[in-house]
């Protein structure tokens, strides 16, 4: 009875369009009442859940990309990666990938990543003459790309909750990453082909070398981070708080478009979409505290494994359950109160942590493209100006591309094993 009053109120929180957080703490504090539980255990196991170091670095990634959003990051990332391949029939929509996989390993977060990029790349895209839709869409898709090339704001939440090591995680999505990003940009030219989509002349070597010096203190960030990582000089936390540092010296001295009167207003969004995170993931800690309690995980596995013991239909199951979840659930939600018994259950079946955590991880990204509750797909309709079902029809094959890596990455766990054993062993 307790059990259905949480699942009850949880969704019917969502269903009436109350925030993620706010539901997970509503359907838990309606748990504890009902089964006569102190409430005093709620801000404890809040505690208990943001009481872990690594989730320090969860601040300082997000103020690290901020700085250098905001000194002039954007503009250059999306200049090298014209540079790079807008020569191409359909270049600015394989710009627009490419800018996003450059992006990607500042920011860590996609929904960043949709507005910095959209927020340059649409207007120009819709101005070069290509279709909105398309370019609203193609937009929307490679933000994905964003969590999984390192840094990721995901892989910490994963990293403290399972205990894998999020240097081996971030090193994890290097590839799938990777891989994500080539196979979108793959789908663009084909459909740039198809459709006849405009082309802009090479601008020669001497445009692309300006480019990659105008770029380069950028791109270096990502360097830093993953050097750091790898070096073993520095923890996830440390290396997120020298990227600070490091993006504050980058924009307002040498790039010089950071002005230090705007630094202040810096600060504070970046503390208000920390807490936004932190407090979700207090929350989202009590509410799997209770799943745990009522032994959701065993049940969950229990169930999937008396239905089959294959490890590959086991994969197929939880992919198809994640997809699913995702349409409806907000990211990080949804790997705090789900991510441990789907591992458990994973783990039952022979599959590695780091190979689960990442194909996990990757589902979930793709679940921010897809109706009703794509942040990143409400993100780029609103700059395109345009209703969502057109968004949502011109991303289909951004989709199916991506379920496509998805299912390589699970299916094949070199793709997400192979460089974090190299670097780390």
Known sequence: MNLAILIGVFIGGLAAGIPVAVTLGLASMCYLLAAGIPLVVMPQKM????????????????????????????????????????WMRGGLGLSNVAGSMLFGGISGTAVADAASIGGVMIPGMKQAGYPADFSAAVTAASSTVGPIIPPSVPMIIVGSLS??????????????????GLSMMMTAYIIAVRRNFPRQPWQG???????FLGGFWAL????????????????????????????????AFIY???????????????AVSSAAILVLVGFANVFG??????????????????????KYLVILLINLFLLFIGMFMETIAALIVLFVPLLTL?????????????????????????????VCLFICAGIARLPLARVVRAIVPFLLTNILVLFLVSYFPPLATWLPGLLFN
């Not at 205990?163 to 891989?179: E, H, K, R, T």
């Not at 599959?351 to 990204?365: E, G, R, S």
């Open 346 to 374: 994973a783990q039952s079946v022979g599959i590695d942590p780091l190979h689960f955590a990442t194909f996990a991880v990757l589902n979930l990204m793709i679940g921010l493209t897809t109706p009703p509750v794509g």
């Open 47 to 86: 505690y208990a859940g943001i009481d872990v170091f690594v989730l320090l670095s969860i601040p300082g990634f997000i103020l690290a990309g901020n700085l250098m959003n905001h000194g002039g990051i954007t503009g250059r990332i999306i200049r090298l990666a014209n540079a790079l391949v807008g």
């Open 220 to 251: 270096a960030m990502t360097a830093l981070i993953v050097g750091g990582l790898l070096s073993g000089m520095m923890t996830p936390t440390e290396t997120a708080i020298v990227a600070s540092l490091y993006a504050f010296i980058v924009g």
């Open 256 to 270: 010089r478009d950071l002005p230090l009167r705007a630094v202040p207003k810096v600060l504070v969004d970046s």
């Open 205 to 211: 070597m001497g445009e692309l070398l300006r480019a």
């Open 163 to 180: 205990g894998i090591s999020v240097g081996q995680m971030f090193i994890a999505g290097a590839v799938p990453g990777i891989l994500l």
């Open 289 to 310: 505290w209770i799943l745990v309690s009522e032994r959701i995980p065993q049940m969950i596995a229990g169930a999937v494994l008396s239905l089959t013991e294959n």
